[in-house]
């Protein structure tokens, strides 16, 4: 059960695009379309922004967006706003029956 | 709306036992499965426990199992997590979470505590 690998940090400014991976294996993130992405702030609970690789809740802004290549998934935000600033955590499914989250990435917006 | 409310935490000496709640409302807890999930301090998430919705089938991550058991009380809209034998590494806020249609956790509680300190 490795942790999925995410880059321990990005950045951006206001108005820019960012985009965060998540890697894992073919017993997970490759296997499944069960790849979701989660943003926390401090001292917050996670909160989920993108499921089943690329969709979004109801009512999450569609700067955000979810995609899939391989064993590689990966979040877009587009259009930086400074609440976006956060550590975002990926997760997937696995062939075991249970779950893995990615080391998760912090995000700041210059 | 949809909420969970976890309780339990707190200070623990190591080796020793510790049981968290977390009650259910908004949504009706019989129809879907439920998690556990715990952050240590400074630290990433990491996931520990599912049971499904009618709390037969169970799984656990490697790091817990044999030492914690997830469960719930449907008629309470509750979910439980009995940790036994806990470790200093144990020491983290621990979260509950709503499985959305078995593929992601969609609703989380606000977290609880748990200190594993002699």
């Known amino acids: 059960q490795s942790a999925l690998t995410q880059p321990a940090s990005v950045s951006g400014s206001p108005g820019q695009s960012i985009t965060i991976s998540c890697t894992g294996t073919s017993s997970d993130v490759g296997g499944y379309d069960y790849v979701a992405w989660y943003q926390q702030h401090p001292g917050k609970a996670p909160k989920l922004i993108i499921y089943?690789?690329?969709e979004r809740p109801s009512g999450l802004s569609d700067r955000f967006s979810g995609s899939k290549s391989g064993n590689t998934a990966s979040l877009t935000i587009s259009g930086l706003q400074a609440d976006d600033e956060a550590h975002y955590y990926c997760?997937?499914?696995?062939?075991?029956?249970?779950?893995?989250f990615g080391g998760g990435t912090e995000l700041t917006v210059l | 709306q949809a909420q969970l409310v976890e309780s339990g935490g707190g200070v623990v000496q190591p080796g020793r036992s510790l049981r968290l709640s977390c009650v259910a409302s908004g949504f009706t807890f019989s129809s879907f499965g439920m998690y556990w999930v715990r952050q240590a301090p400074g630290k990433g998430l990491e996931w520990l426990a599912v049971?499904?919705?009618?709390?037969?089938?169970?799984y656990y991550a490697d790091s817990v199992k044999g030492r914690f058991t997830i469960s719930r009380d449907n008629s309470r809209d509750t979910l439980l997590l009995q940790m036994n034998s806990v470790r200093v590494e144990d020491t983290a806020v621990y979260y509950c979470?709503?499985?959305?249609?078995?593929?992601?956790?969609?609703?989380w509680g606000q977290g609880t505590m748990v200190t594993v300190s002699s």
């Open positions: 049971v499904s919705l009618d709390g037969t089938n169970k």
């Open positions: 997760s997937s499914y696995t062939s075991s029956s249970t779950w893995v």
């Open positions: 979470a709503k499985d959305r249609h078995n593929d992601a956790f969609d609703i």
């Open positions: 089943r690789v690329s």
